[in-house]
């Protein structure tokens, strides 16, 4: 089975893109949907695609600006060491059987296959040392089950200097697997109910998102026992958690104290440093507004207010 062209992308306005986008579950979406994304949980990208926040902007973001900039000589460069000729595709494709399936892809490669171009800073090496991160391999298998291509190539330029390239053809089992997960996905968002929470700090954003203000309800759980029990492993987890901190507390201390004056010390599994930074000047705004009030005063602004979470234990 063949995608479906669903419209073209020539000369789209990014607005109308977005909206093309927000209709179904995109390849960049692909790993938030099933909960491999490290920079979005399944909550955050329900948000987005019921329509109740708006995806953020990335244009201005300098490794996005980098990348659409860089994107045509690294497919350039691609053809040149491999061989192998390239063509964008300026389309929405959309999955013949599953229509929430779409994808936009970089280039498409002659005699049959895809080609998915990054570009990652030297600190981000390390994630690529044996093959292509997780999140962007769901990425490219999003892509495969789309169009029906059996395998793909990720062109990733490190550092602006090193260009490497990967193969990926993922069976059959890997490409149902995953279809299946997003069918799920997509059922929370057709039936408006949100998926389970995941414990990241995306997640924490889009709870806060979802649930802004609060009231002077207090709601009383008293004799639901799974509520109990939750609440209970929630205490416990706290007390695990501190007991871990003060652990780690004393540990750092102690190898604080090996290293004394030194600028840090070296073992055989690391290193840790202790270093002094450089003095630094701020803004005395107590001094200043005890002083000279009247300076300040044009300048506050009203934050808005935002829920804080505590936990009481006992009566």
Not at 180 to 198: I, K, L, M, R, S
Request: aromatic share 8%.
């Amino acid at each position: 089975m063949s995608a479906l062209r669903l419209v073209s992308t020539r000369d789209m306005p990014r607005e109308e893109w977005l909206q093309w986008r927000r209709q179904g579950i995109g390849s960049s979406d692909a790993a938030a949907a099933v909960g491999l994304s490290p920079y979005q949980s399944p909550l955050a990208l329900w948000l987005e695609k019921t329509g109740q926040v708006e995806p953020e902007d990335l244009s201005s973001k300098e490794a996005v600006y980098w990348g659409t900039l860089l994107e045509p000589l690294i497919a350039q460069a691609y053809s040149e060491r491999t061989g192998k000729k390239v063509r964008r595709v300026q389309a929405v494709l959309q999955h013949p059987q599953y229509p929430f399936m779409l994808a936009n892809l970089d280039r498409q490669i002659e005699g049959g296959g895809i080609l998915e171009i990054k570009t990652a800073g030297l600190r981000s090496e390390k994630l690529w040392a044996e093959s292509v991160p997780l999140h962007y391999q769901m990425q490219v298998f999003h892509q495969l089950a789309v169009t029906g291509k059996a395998w793909a190539e990720v062109a990733v330029l490190l550092g602006g200097q090193e260009l490497r390239i990967y193969r990926l053809e993922p069976t059959q089992e890997q490409l149902k697997t995953l279809v299946t997960q997003e069918q799920a996905f997509w059922q929370h968002v057709e039936g408006n109910t949100p998926p389970e929470v995941d414990g990241s700090e995306s997640c924490n954003r889009a709870l806060a998102a979802l649930y802004p203000q609060s009231s002077s309800i207090l709601v009383d759980y008293q004799d639901r026992e799974d509520m109990n029990r939750l609440f209970g492993k929630l205490l416990r987890a706290r007390k695990t958690a501190k007991a871990a901190e003060q652990t780690e507390s004393l540990l750092e201390q102690r190898v604080k104290e090996a290293i004394g004056t030194a600028e840090g010390a070296i073992f055989a599994t690391g290193k840790a440093l202790w270093k002094s930074t450089q003095p630094r000047k701020f803004l005395d705004t107590t001094a200043l507004q005890q002083h000279h009030p009247e300076l300040l005063a044009p300048y506050w602004v009203e934050k808005p207010g935002s829920r804080r979470f505590t936990v009481q234990e006992g009566e």
